[in-house]
């Protein structure tokens, strides 16, 4: 069945499936992403959700299946060409450089954008296109004020900022998000979401989240994958209405969080 | 925070320092400045690993293949009856070991971790056996180098590596050179990528790095660097063996720079200098010198994890680099 308010595909994936011996971490997966479009993966662990994202983001090859984004085939590409054609991803388990400050980090992710980094002489940080791009990154995260402060000392929360803020410095057109707001406090959570709200205006985010509240709230078109298969897909209304999606995976009670609307 | 930069007691130690190499010859014996020499040597070949170990993450076990092989080259194309010009022979050297580099990195970059260690360990030891075995190279005996190369330009001849003191200033001048070299590599684009390497290497690459063409080319650099070293080396001693590019060579350098500080810039050449005057030392000490010698990297290892250039510099506050062009 086809969505009437289905823009074209940026990303395309046709039978993608990863084997991990007799596991089929991801099972077949056909799935379309809209641009500009916010669709949150969701389903109970083990599902295969960050298996598929990153599968999406190079960091595995799958065993079969296409990915393509929007004509070109992008199934074996390595993560950092896949990067460089606008596919950024952030990390379930925050992935920093921990002794660098908030400016180098970002730095380091807005110099990948450099046609070439192999560049020996000049010193790195006089690049103007450069630290603007660490600027505005740094400024999209709400860490423009913590800028010279070293990553390892930030709070967890602003931590995740961060991690979200320097694929943000790469300039992507698909954002992958693993558990955003994993972890965070409310505070956190609200700031966070708030970040991610601005940024689903320019981008295609392909979001992994356990906070129904949040996912019901926010996405656009929510897929639901269970055993590495993809059960439903939809509009939040027709997740809800889902008899499959309560019996397998939101649960049978009324009391289940987010399951009532 | 306090501002932790290179203060104004760091430049007068560095003034200390200069003068003391530069005047050293005047009063030092003749024993004592091919030793400096030696030191200086060893601290290039530091550096050039330092390089590999303390910046970008590979620990290469087997980088005495660059600087034996330097070697054996200069001693390939030195004429037996006059001096090579070190104009041409020591860029075919560096050049050489350069592209030894490229030979082996292509390949050994491919693995990681305890893999990688193995797989450079693997190619020097295959050198080495090659030019033991080759009596075209002199086989385990070696080869001699029975002239000094010639620095001269034309009759401009001013300085003369027969001398030991001219050797002694090349030598200072060129651990100089490498320590800028290398200062300006760290702060350009390659070097705040190779350091990403070391600190995370699966992020690098899904920032969009292609992380092994800059682990290749920072492993040739080095090769070439180390390269420089076994070049000198050869030209000081006049000889060179497959002892050279063999693995208990490889394990002094990494000591070397373990002992000094991986990751800090001047660390590798405290280093050699530490490493070849306990070598000294505890030589005439007792003939147990090995154990005590190992005693005392034990002891460093454990209570300097930064080395001895961890002794001089407190945690450094990254600074933000605010300067405009």
Known sequence: MTDPTMRDPILSIKGLTKRFGALAAVDDVFLDFASGETHAIIGPNGAGKTTLINLLSGD?????????????????????????????????????????????????????????????????????????????????????????????????????????????????????????????????????????????????????????????????????????????TGTPAQIRASAAVRDAYLGHGPTEQGATP | MTNLRPTRLYLLIALCIVIAVGLFPLFGEKFHILLATRIFILAIFAMSLNLLIGFTGLISFGHAAFFGAAGYILAFVAPEDGAAAFWWSAPLSIGGAALLAAGIGWMSIRTSGVYFIMITLAFAQMLYFFFNDSPYFGGSDGAFIYFKPSLAIGSFDPVNLDNRVHFYYLAAILVLVVWAFLAMLLRSPFGQVIKGLRANEPRMRALGYPTQRYKLVSFIIAGGLAGLAGYLNAAQSGYISPAHLGWQESGSVMMMVILGGMGSLHGPILGAFTFVLLHDILRDLSQHWLLLMGGVIVAIVLFLPNGLAGLFTRKRIPQRDDDHD
């Not at chain 1, 450099?114 to 940080?125: E, N, Y």
């Not at chain 1, 693993?178 to 392909?206: F, K, Q, W």
């Not at chain 1, 656009?220 to 439903?232: A, C, F, K, R």
């Open chain 1, 60 to 232: 595995l090859p799958p065993t079969t299946g296409t990915i393509h984004l929007l004509d070109r085939d992008v199934t074996a590409l390595a993560p950092d060409r896949k990067s460089q054609l606008g596919i950024g991803r952030t990390y379930q388990k925050t992935n920093i450089f921990p002794d660098e400050t908030c400016f180098q980090n970002c730095w380091l992710a807005a110099q990948s954008r450099l046609p070439s980094s192999m560049r020996f002489f000049r010193r790195a940080h006089r690049r103007a296109d450069i630290r603007a791009a660490t600027e505005r990154a740094l400024a999209l995260c709400n860490l423009d004020a913590r800028a010279d402060v070293i990553a390892g000392h930030l709070s967890y929360g602003e931590q995740r900022q961060l991690e979200i803020g320097m694929t943000l410095a790469t300039d992507p057109k698909i954002l992958l998000l693993d558990e955003p707001l994993a972890g965070m406090s409310a505070e956190e959570s609200v700031r966070t979401m708030a970040l991610l709200t601005s940024l689903a205006e320019n981008l295609t985010l392909i979001l992994i989240e356990h906070d129904m509240d949040m996912v019901f709230a926010f996405a656009q078109t929510i897929t639901v994958m269970v055993n590495g298969q993809v059960l439903e």
